[in-house]
């Protein structure tokens, strides 16, 4: 039964971590139509500058944090205006390459800094609770609550204030947002700034019980689609719960399953819902 | 004359001065890696044609090609060195092989559309690494696939040279162009084109979509098994490494230098890329902190590549030099602009 309940931390864990990256990428997916392949790199980065922030300049975790996010959110506007924004009229495959280059580009960077070693990235967190025989590393704590707390504070920028309204509004009609004087390039570059922020809080959550490596950023951003298929492109609560749905099918399959193929199971989901439903599972519309 | 200008790979002279050199290169080149290098950049070649089919000509982004790739270099390896086949009916197999996969990661695939494709197609590619790296029962896993069988050459030539090996891809290439050439000014060609440029209207034009998306698409991955195969008697060692979804951007690049959606194009965008990244060896960890970005500034400026920038240029200099027949050159345009860029 406890093993049960640690499966359950486990798929929290990792659901909060993928929940996280794909709302990055569904709300830059609900702006532009754009699926960001560049999304992962941005991640990877994120943890590269927490790790260089706390490993090289010394500073404390929280502050490496909200550095990373920072760069990240300032990388993800780059990357708007310099490469989107002029494409933005283009047919769609000019996008989807795009953003493959915007990838390579940074993960050779990253690598020609750092090189393709593994490192490990320590947190002040490394202690161990134990609720009577159930027993929760820290730092799984801290990613649980830590992506509970942005999640919210996103829904409540994104309904109560005036400046998420105005994403929420591009995000159902370019035309009627414009009808109303909305400024689309601030949106655009504010979508963008927030999707690295969020990237870059996950990946600094998750790298101290993981390791950080150039090529990391690849099967999160894959399972990040599978997630946002399975909950509707640009659909927010669809991240949500697809990252549960993928974070839980992969603690208990590879628990129970098989763990070499654990990877799998995400990409074998999603080929079995995509034959099934062409449009994903809970899709309204066509885009 | 706008076909003629369309057309520059079409101009008989043109082509056989291109065959000569190439049959020449051997004698020319100064040293055997040389030619090794040629006939690996023939090799990629291929494949990018294949993409070409997919991606340039119907308009799909399909990123596990990569992963067809290495579908066909393993079951040549598997084949010859584990299940003990000479490499010929090996090489057979393993068009047919990529051939059936590919017709069946098509019926599923095509019936998504654009970004769902990409994405889903990222993942079957992913899905093909993993299980080579995993399944070791069948691929040996991280380490590899060893002692596969070079070509032979019924006695008269022998494939483990180099330069022999050469002339063999050369000459697949050489099939390769012609029958995409064949294929593109083709009434399947066109519709392929058609289909690209507005499913919905060439639907309504009465073409059955998923029958000419799903042919495409196992065109293109025999096209990669068939490069894949190559690739394996040519190296004669292969790894998971092969699927890795790097190969498929490398070939999206040189698709996209050379001119996506045309004949020339991938022939072009290859050796160039090749040849620029053995002339930059000690990039090559770093190429692609010049490939991304040149992949951005490409699709940004210059959508049509190297390829379509030198049509654009010619078509202006024809005009130019004929200001006479520049209005009815600008109609004639209008009207067959589509078919000069499918044709070059």
């Avoid at chain 2, 066909?72 to 086949?85: E, F, V």
């Avoid at chain 2, 790097?246 to 004949?263: K, P, R, S």
């Amino acid at each position: 039964m406890n093993l049960f309940f640690q499966q359950i931390i486990n798929g929290l864990t990792l659901g909060s971590i993928y929940g996280l990256v794909a709302l990055g990428l569904t709300l830059v997916y609900g702006i532009l139509h754009i699926p960001n392949f560049a999304h992962g790199a941005l991640y990877m980065v994120g943890a590269f500058m927490s790790y260089f922030f706390m490993v090289d300049l010394g500073v404390h975790y929280w502050v490496a944090m909200a550095g990373s996010a920072a760069v990240v959110a300032i990388l993800g506007i780059l990357c708007e205006r310099l490469v989107f924004h002029p494409l933005r009229n283009s047919p769609p495959i000019h996008d989807k390459i795009a953003a493959i280059g915007v990838l390579l580009f940074l993960e050779a960077t990253i690598q020609m800094f750092w090189g393709s070693d593994f490192r490990r990235m320590s947190s002040p967190f490394t202690g161990i609770m134990n609720f009577d025989g159930l027993i929760i590393p820290e730092q799984r704590l801290l990613i649980i609550v830590g992506a509970f707390t942005l999640v919210i504070g996103l829904q409540l920028f994104l309904r109560k204030t005036m400046t998420g309204a105005t994403i929420i509004a591009m995000a159902q009609s370019r035309e009627g947002a414009f009808l109303v004087g909305i400024d689309s390039n601030r949106v655009a570059m504010m979508t963008f700034g927030i999707s690295g922020a969020l990237a870059a809080v996950a990946a600094s959550l998750y790298a101290p019980i993981n390791l950080v490596y150039p090529a990391m950023g690849h099967l999160v951003i894959m399972k990040a689609f599978v997630i946002i298929i399975l909950g509707g492109m640009g659909s927010v609560p669809g991240a949500i719960v697809g990252g549960m749905i993928i974070g839980f099918a992969e603690a208990f399959g590879g628990f129970y399953i098989s763990t070499a193929y654990k990877d799998i199971i995400a990409f074998g989901l999603l080929v079995l819902i995509l034959s099934a439903r062409p449009q994903g599972l809970f899709a309204k519309g066509a885009h | 004359m706008l076909f003629k200008l369309g057309s520059f790979f079409m101009k008989p002279g043109a082509k056989m001065a291109l065959l000569a050199l190439a049959i020449v290169f051997p004698a020319l080149a100064s040293n055997e890696y040389q030619v090794y290098v040629m006939a690996s950049a023939f090799v990629w070649a291929i494949a990018v044609y294949g993409l070409n089919i997919i991606t340039g000509y119907c308009g799909q982004l399909n990123l596990a090609h990569g992963g067809f790739f290495a579908i066909g270099a393993y079951t040549l390896g598997l084949l010859t060195s584990d299940a003990g086949w000479s490499f010929w009916p090996a090489f057979v197999a393993a068009l047919l092989v990529t051939a059936v996969l590919g017709f069946l990661v098509g019926v599923v695939s095509l019936r998504l559309k654009e970004h769902y494709f990409a994405i889903f197609t990222l993942c079957v590619g992913f899905i093909i690494y993993l299980l080579m790296d995993k399944w070791e029962e069948l691929t040996h896993g991280p380490v590899g696939v060893r002692d596969i069988a070079a070509p032979y050459g019924f006695g008269v030539v022998d494939f483990t040279e180099t330069t022999p090996f050469y002339y063999l891809v050369l000459a697949f290439l050489v099939f390769s162009i012609w029958f995409m050439g064949r294929l593109s000014r083709s009434l399947l060609g066109r519709t392929f084109i058609a289909i690209r440029n507005g499913d919905e209207l060439a639907q309504s034009l009465g073409i059955n979509l998923m029958r000419n998306k799903v042919l495409a698409f196992v065109l293109s991955t025999t096209y990669a098994g068939l490069a894949g195969a190559l690739y394996a008697g040519m190296v004669r060692f292969i790894g998971p490494e092969e699927a890795n979804i790097i190969h498929t951007f490398d070939m999206i690049t040189y698709l996209l230098v050379g001119g996506i959606g045309t004949l020339t194009g991938p022939l072009l965008g290859t050796i160039s890329i090749v040849w620029i990244t053995q002339s930059l060896q000690f990039l090559e960890e770093y190429r692609m902190i010049l490939f991304g970005p040149l992949l951005v500034v490409l699709v940004i400026f210059f959508p049509r590549g190297i390829t379509g920038q030198f049509l654009t240029w010619m078509h202006h200099k024809a005009q130019t030099l004929s200001p006479a027949k520049k209005e009815k050159a600008s109609k004639v345009q209008t009207a067959t602009s589509g078919e000069v860029k499918n044709n070059a």
